[in-house]
Structures are given as C-alpha cells and as structure tokens.
C-alpha cells in the first residue's frame, strides 16, 4: 500500500492502482475522454495530464504526465490541476477541437458531453489555427441503430475497445491513419448484430455515436431517469428509464410525448450488470408503447370495477377446483399480495409472460439470459413453472381459471372452466374470459424483482396509470375478501 500525495495531501493506494484510480478513490478530480473503468487504457487522448514529482526530488523539477497510466511509486506527488497542467490541458483540447465542428447548437450529446464541458473548463477559446478544419463523414449510418458524425469524433477509441473486450465482436476499428482517421465497422456486419452496440453511445464522450431511434427527440435537459429494472430477461439489469420532466411538459404536440419512455440507459450494479445493459433494454419503449386495457369488463362488456370484483369474488367462492396461472413479471410485492388473500385458494403454477422473440438472442455468457421474464425465481416460491403442454396444469374438473398477464393462450384453458384475466395489454383474450380486470405496468407503480442469481432491484414509477387501470397488490385482498 504506497502511500503518495495528491494536491500535498497523502493518500494511501492500491499496489495495482494508477494516479488515475487511486485519485478517484480519493475524491480527487482528473479529466478523461479514452479512458474507461472497464476498458483497457490506451492513453491516447492526453487530457488526464497532470504534474508528477518523484519522492526527493526538488520542488518544481516535475513532469507531465497522463494519470490514467501512471503507475504510483511511494512518496511521489501529484498536482491535478497546476498551472503547467492546465495549460497542458488547454493545448490538448485546441488540438482535439482542431477539426471538430462547432455542433453543439444540434448536437444530441450537449448537456452530457465531456468534450464541451473541458472546453469550458480548460480552454475556452477561440482555435488559433488559421487552416480550413478537415472535413469528414457526417450521418454515416453505422448500423441500423447508431448514427456516426466522423467529423465530431476524437478518436478515443473507447467504442473500438467495447467491441473487442466486452462485447466481443471485434466490430469497429480504425480505417487510415492521422487526420483521415475513421471509426469504421468490419465489413461482415458483425456490429449490425452486436447485442449491445447500443452501449458505445453511452461509451463516447462526445457527440459522434447516436441513438438513431432517439434522434433529435430530445433535448437531455428535458428528460429525468427514474431508476427502474429491465424486464427483458431474468438477469434484472438496473437501467434508468428516461422520461420528460413535469416542468417541461409538452403542451403544443402529442400528449403521449409527456408519458413515454424516451430512452433508457444502465444504471451500474456490480452484482447485477455491471455498467453494461442489452440492446432489448433499449428498446423497452416498444413494449411500454404498446396500447394498453383501460376498463374492467364482464364478457367484453365495459363494467365499473365494483361489479367486475364482486363477479370475481363469486366465482372464486362458487369454485370448487380453481386454478391461478402467476406472472412471473409480477412484482415481489404483488406476489406477497396474491398469496397472502388468493394463495391457498387456488392451485397455483407459474407461467411465462415472454418469450423469445425469432432472431433474438436466447442467451450468452455476458448478460443475456434465456428465461425472458424478470421475476420468474421469486414467483416460483408461489408454485411449480406451467409444464411444457399447459394442459396438463388442469385436472378433469378444473372449474375456474385465474390468468394474471401475458403469454399464455386460451386455447389451452380447460374447456368448462370460467376464466378471471389480469393483463395491462389491449389483447383480444381480454374480451374473451368471464372477468377481465386491466393492470398497471412496472413503469406506473414502484416494487421489486429477484433476479435468476437472487439478486434484488427496484423499480420506481415513470407515469401515472390510466383511470380504469388498478394495481394487482390492490385488486388481490379485494378478490380475495368473502362475497
Ligand atoms: S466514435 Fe466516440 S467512442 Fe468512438 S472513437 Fe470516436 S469519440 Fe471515441
Ligand atoms: S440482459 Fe436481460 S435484463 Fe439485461 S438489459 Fe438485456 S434483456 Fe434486459
Ligand atoms: S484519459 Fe488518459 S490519455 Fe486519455
């Protein structure tokens, strides 16, 4: 444990640790665009320069050098933020903005870029070249989902790096060299289907990896993250699901606009994801976009939710089989629920809500896992999973059927049984059972997931949900009260 001095405070480091790292666990400020906890590190972007003095030696006989791969020695001492180092750093960045346009005005990275943010704090001025910048490829569509500006690009690599050592495709590299350089895919497509391209828009410190499907929408400053839990599969990826600001509310266009998922990104957990999510957690916009139920119905007849539950709460009492089929993207919360006021009343199996969808990765060994439902561990503590042929969950006299949410179809319902369906979707099924009450979704309330390894997250709510809509923890001690 070499003991060495930041700003002439000592600090104790790691053996292994860099001036970089042992300054960030410290408290200790040092810029960066190529470096990356999880990456390798190259040193190319020579931002993190900082002034180092070996023990001994005099004051003022230091020199710079990058913090991020700077191994410590005992006694050295390190100044962060000197007038050598802020000069230092202010020619690094008239150098990184040599060719770099002046996009900040449309570009969807300012608020979250760090080469803006150092240009402020270290530079501020003008470009003293007197060349024309260098032009390069603007909108080159670097894959169906990410949106490359070459020219807004400072070659950080930090995108190249991802491919090669986390997601492992080895899809991107750099094509010619100097100011010709171009982040470029490999020509067998391999980050077209790279199941986690979408993390290198995260990954880039500038503005030159976009989001095509968030393109121009909008500005990051009008949007909130509330953390959430992906509901992809059963690895429970923390992610933050962003959504517009109360305060910045649209008047003029779609009102959706206000109440939709606008983009999600990860939410670091080291024993869940890491700081890594899937490109299905990206999209989750699609599955909460979907057109939801707003009204309890008899039949497919419309009814006050008063008459949907004591139509419920009759044919539970009437049954003398009943069987629940348990969603396992139910909530740990709403589980507790059912079986604390339903539970012993119904034999109880637990089925799937998704599965995979064609082409879509089954599974992998960094994150993706096969079973596409979030909570199916903490369901089965409920009952045993659906067997294979649904049919065979149901006796000969199975006389009621409780189905609570997607992915089971009724053509398997045994065929004198009545059937009470829970579902937050606009399906047809819904008008088809006997009670049909609409859910919320994971985004309208709070609650939390155990994920395949038991690892618990939780999610908070995004939005409001519909007027007819009710939480299932609240509608379970309702059905099970006596008629
Ligand atoms: S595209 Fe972004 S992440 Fe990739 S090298 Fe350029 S600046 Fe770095
Ligand atoms: S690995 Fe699973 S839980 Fe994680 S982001 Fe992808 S689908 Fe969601
Ligand atoms: S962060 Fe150290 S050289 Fe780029």
Not at 155 to 180: I, M, P, W, Y
Not at 300 to 319: C, D, E, F, K, Y
Request: aromatic share 8%; charged share 20%.
């Amino acid at each position: 444990m070499p003991e060495f001095f930041i700003n002439g405070q000592a600090v104790q480091a790691g053996d292994d640790q860099t001036v970089m790292q042992a300054a960030r666990a410290n408290g200790f400020f040092i810029p960066y665009f190529c470096w990356h906890p999880n990456l390798s590190v190259p040193g190319n972007c020579r931002i993190c320069m900082v002034e180092v003095t070996s023990e001994g030696a005099a004051e003022g006989s230091g020199w710079l050098d990058i913090a991020c791969n700077m191994p410590i020695t005992k006694g050295m001492r390190v100044l962060t933020d000197s007038e050598r180092v802020r000069a230092r750093r202010k020619e690094t960045l008239q150098f990184i903005t040599l060719n770099h346009p002046v996009d900040c005005g449309i570009c969807d990275k300012a608020g979250e870029c760090t080469l803006q943010d150092y240009h402020y704090d270290y530079n501020g001025a003008p470009s003293i070249s007197i060349d024309a910048k260098v032009h390069a490829t603007k909108h080159y569509k670097l894959s169906e989902r990410i949106v490359l500006d070459n020219e807004r690009c400072i070659l950080c690599t930090r995108c190249v790096r991802f491919t090669a050592e986390v997601s492992k495709t080895h899809a991107l590299g750099v094509q010619n060299r100097g100011d010709h350089s171009l982040i470029r895919p490999v020509e067998d497509g391999a980050f077209e289907t790279d199941a986690y391209s979408d993390n290198v828009i995260d990954l880039c410190p500038v503005g030159a990896l976009l989001s095509r499907r968030t393109l121009h929408q909008s500005r990051v400053w009008y949007l909130k993250p509330t953390p959430s839990v992906c509901p992809g599969c059963e690895r429970g990826c923390n992610i933050d699901v962003w959504h517009r600001k109360s305060e910045w509310k649209l008047h003029a266009l779609d009102p959706k606009r206000n109440a939709r998922v606008d983009r999600v990104t990860p939410r670091e957990n080291a024993q869940v994801n890491g700081p890594w999510i899937c490109n299905k957690a990206r999209d989750l916009a699609d599955v909460f976009g979907r057109a939801r139920a707003d009204a309890p119905m008899l039949k497919g007849q419309p009814v006050a939710l008063t008459a949907a539950i004591a139509s419920a709460r009759a044919m539970i009492s009437a049954a003398h089989r009943p069987v629940a089929l348990v969603s396992s993207w139910a909530s740990n919360e709403e589980l507790e629920s059912f079986q604390a006021h339903l539970g012993t009343r119904f034999s109880r199996f637990v089925k799937a809500d998704q599965f995979a969808e064609p082409g879509e990765c089954v599974g992998d060994t960094l994150l993706i896992r096969p079973d596409k439902n979030p909570n199916t561990r903490a369901a089965c503590t409920l009952g045993p999973l659906l067997p294979q042929d649904p049919k065979a969950a149901f006796a000969p006299d199975t006389d009621l059927v409780l189905v609570w949410g997607e992915g089971f179809s009724f053509a398997n319902l045994p065929p004198r049984a009545k059937v009470i369906y829970l579902n937050a979707w606009l399906q047809p099924e819904n008008g088809h059972a006997d009670v049909f009450f609409p859910l919320s979704t994971m985004l309208e309330r709070s609650g939390h997931y155990t994920n395949f390894e038991g690892v618990v997250s939780g999610f908070e709510p995004c939005f409001a949900k519909p007027a007819g809509a009710a939480d299932a923890a609240d509608l379970f001690p309702m059905l099970g009260a006596a008629p």
